[in-house]
Each structure stands twice: as structure tokens, then as C-alpha cells.
């Protein structure tokens, strides 16, 4: 079955930086598109990055040039690396793929951002 496992968050200061992964089985990783979405407290579940087979990115505007999604398709994992980090991208984040008509979610990782 399609699991997803996140890691990696935590609490950061403003400005700070942390790299998220998440590691996938039971589909075939390498020629899926993966993406990463967040939840802020009381909001819904936004998209935040995507990432093709081939490693092209797409990026929410609000992280852009902050954010980078990257992928080792041979540990079927992949990351987020987040920079410059902002009390707004306080949030749970979930890794996401779409396989077999189903969609699929980690347990998500909390990061906080906070002074």
C-alpha cells in the first residue's frame, strides 16, 4: 500500500532554515509527481511545491526563492529545503501523491516558526 512519512520539522527562529523529507513505498516513486502542502491552524491544506519525475519544480508564490523541493528517486524520498523562514510558514506539513485514482497523504511534520 502507499505510505508517505514525513520528517524533519521542528521549531526554528525567523530566518532559520529546515529541510523536510519524506520517504514513499508501494507505488513506483520515480515516475510520480510528488507534492509538498502545509495547514496553518484554523486554515485549509494549500499546495505549497510540486515536483516532477524529472526534478522541474513549481512553487507557491509566498515561498518562492525560499523553498526548494528536490528528490533522490533512488531512496524514494523527497525534500524540502526551507529558507529564510517566517512566522507565517508556521504550519503542519504533508507530502502528497496522487497513484492509482487515490489520494494520498503523510501523517504530516510540524515546523514553527518562532522568536
Known amino acids: 500500500q502507499v505510505q508517505l512519512v514525513e520528517s524533519g520539522g521542528g521549531l526554528v527562529q525567523p530566518g532559520g532554515s529546515l529541510r523536510l523529507s519524506c520517504a514513499a513505498s508501494?507505488?513506483?516513486?520515480?515516475?510520480?509527481?510528488m507534492r509538498w502542502y502545509r495547514q496553518a491552524p484554523g486554515k485549509e491544506r494549500d499546495l505549497v511545491a510540486t515536483i516532477s519525475p524529472g526534478g522541474s519544480t513549481n512553487y507557491v508564490d509566498s515561498v518562492k526563492g525560499r523553498f526548494t523541493a528536490s528528490r533522490d528517486n533512488a531512496r524514494n524520498t523527497v525534500y524540502l529545503q526551507m529558507s529564510s523562514l517566517k512566522p507565517e510558514d508556521t504550519a503542519v506539513y504533508y507530502c502528497?501523491?496522487?497513484?492509482?485514482?487515490?489520494?494520498?497523504w503523510g501523517q504530516g511534520t510540524q515546523v514553527t516558526v518562532s522568536s
Open positions: 502528497n501523491v496522487r497513484k492509482f485514482a487515490g489520494n494520498y
Open positions: 508501494g507505488f513506483t516513486f520515480s515516475n510520480s509527481v
